[in-house]
């Protein structure tokens, strides 16, 4: 998938319908030069679209980035 919105710790995140995660599976936003940050789905918005929130401190995050759903929840 993809960042679709960001505002402030709530991350939108684009899937494919046949593959948008569960609620409360951890995604993982992928930076070019910084780790990964971990978001989890809190909501879900229809046509594939999953509300977020962040674990962490997301600077740098911008829309287009690509989220990877790990399949399971945080541990």
Known sequence: GYVLRVSGTIIDVQFDRE???EI???LKIKFNNSPDATIEVAQQLGDGVVR???LENLHNISRGLTVINTGHAIT
Do not use: L
């Open 24 to 26: 409360r599976h951890a």
């Open 19 to 21: 593959h948008a995660p």
């Open 52 to 54: 977020c929130i962040a």
